[in-house]
């Protein structure tokens, strides 16, 4: 394993990471000295011990801010899933009844054309009937 060498909190130490976790190590290193400075005014007033106390407690605090954002979000993404899924059901069952109607107005209009055929040969006998009586 790699060895990198690096200042946390004023301290000197050499730390043995994988090689696919050098980027993450160098920003959570960073990450921690930014705290550090951020209360670099406390220094000889307190004991590193409590600065480093104070820095995990806001890291800390940071971490649960973040879970809890993850679970609302996640929370959000669930309910929109549910709500997607009840639409597709309901787009779902638009298209059955769409298929449904689509056949009845076939059939309507198949019988519409039967009467149509059925009339139209009525027509044609009474105006035969209409023409053997004025034959006559």
Not at 25 to 45: D, E, F, R, V
Request: glycine fraction near 0%; charged fraction near 35%.
């Amino acid at each position: 394993m790699p060895e990198l060498e690096v200042v946390i909190f004023n301290q000197k130490l050499k730390l043995s990471y994988k090689e696919n976790e050098k980027e993450r190590l160098i920003k959570a290193i960073n990450t921690l000295n930014k705290s550090w400075k951020k209360y670099s005014y406390l220094n000889g007033k307190v004991s590193d011990l409590k600065i480093i106390t104070l820095i995990s407690l806001e890291l800390q605090d940071s971490i649960e801010e973040y879970t809890n954002k993850l679970n609302i979000n996640k929370n959000n993404l669930d309910i929109s899933k549910k709500e997607s899924d009840q639409q597709s059901i309901e787009l779902k069952n638009s298209k059955e009844k769409i298929y449904k109607l689509e056949l009845e107005i076939d059939n309507k209009n198949n019988e519409r054309s039967k009467i149509e055929s059925i009339l139209d040969e009525l027509l044609n006998e009474l105006l035969k009937l209409k023409t053997k009586i004025l034959d006559y």
